[in-house]
């Protein structure tokens, strides 16, 4: 069954963060996909009409349950989550897939028995010049746990990986998800999700001159 929900213009996809290096790949996140973490990763899509169309990753770090310390939403809701955004704005950005099976599986951290199958990445990658917007970054925040603390509050890389900081730079991001129903998305750079992108066009010719 698929994971995927959809919010209004806005549809998410449970998902993981890779970091691939010498040491092989390495996971951030993906508690609904398989892997041990004390937070939720999770793809998005969006082309709400108050904002600009992207793509994007969010991570949820649970709030502590103390109530002297609780955080409201604009809802007036207490907020059990401290949610960070990573924004890829479209048209700064192409994409590419990779159905992972075989060794490709393999070389991946284990993740438990229930979750097992094919998956996929996503690759993202920035065009010269262009970088992600983020959102959630420098809001007060008391975590559930120490381990989160350390992560937000003190610099301390996420799952033992990479930094929010060095996360949220990045020029190329390579997503994990659980079965193959991203690739059509993921080879065309979300085509069917996103309308063309209309420049604005001056309203007169090059011959009107304004007295």
Known sequence: MSNQQSQGKTKTQECALV???????????????????????????SSQPSKLPCVGIRILFPRSSNPN?????????????????????????????????????????????????????????????????????GLPFDAANDDDDQVVN????????????????????????GGCMMIPRGETCFQQDFPKIIKPVFPYSTGYVSY
Request: aromatic share 10%; proline share 4%.
């Open 19 to 45: 970091c691939e290096g010498s040491s092989g790949m390495r996971v951030i996140g993906g508690q609904k996909i398989g892997y041990p973490a004390n937070h939720r990763t999770m793809f998005f899509w």
């Open 69 to 137: 310390v609780s955080f409201f939403g604009l809802d007036g809701r207490p907020n059990a989550y401290l949610g960070i955004e990573v924004r890829l704005h479209v048209g700064t950005w192409t994409s590419t897939a990779e159905k992972l099976d075989g060794e490709r599986l393999e070389a991946l951290p284990k993740r438990a028995a229930e979750k097992a199958g094919p998956m996929c990445l996503l690759r993202f990658k920035l065009k010269d010049g262009q970088s992600a917007s983020v959102e959630g970054i």
């Open 154 to 177: 003190h610099g301390q890389p996420l799952d033992g990986v990479r930094t929010l900081r060095d996360i949220c730079t990045q020029t190329e991001f390579v997503v994990l998800f």
